[in-house]
């Protein structure tokens, strides 16, 4: 049975096991990420995200006008959004530990004989 506790911290990763290796289940930097991207189109100090949403809402372009204006916002709201996980003391141990036994070899089930079914 996959061990479901976090690693402890501010925010919170599950590791899981997966046949090629691990893979690191981030729900609460996404949800950290949301808010950011909420919080920044929000601001009511700096209305620009906000007016520069709608304008992409309002606007009608062509395949060949590209998507230069949706791409800027984009970055923009990605370069305001959290992107590092913070660990502390025996977190990092205790993540390297689970990665570690996530990509340990296991023994690969046998395949039925022929006909055995």
Do not use: F, N
Not at 83 to 92: D, E, K
């Amino acid at each position: 049975m996959p061990d479901r506790t976090p690693i402890p911290g501010p925010t919170r990763i599950y590791v899981e096991a997966t046949p090629t290796g691990a893979q690191l289940d981030m729900t609460a930097l996404t949800e950290q990420v949301v808010g950011d991207v909420i919080d920044a189109l929000l601001d009511p100090a700096d209305t620009t995200l906000w007016d520069r949403l709608h304008d992409l809402a309002d606007t009608v372009r062509t395949p060949a006008e590209g998507r230069l204006p949706y791409e800027e916002l984009v970055a923009e709201l990605a370069a305001r959004s959290s992107s590092r996980v913070p660990l502390y003391g025996a977190a990092v141990l205790e993540l390297t530990r689970r990665l570690r036994a996530a990509v340990a070899p296991r023994p690969v089930p046998s395949q039925r004989e022929a006909g055995a079914a």
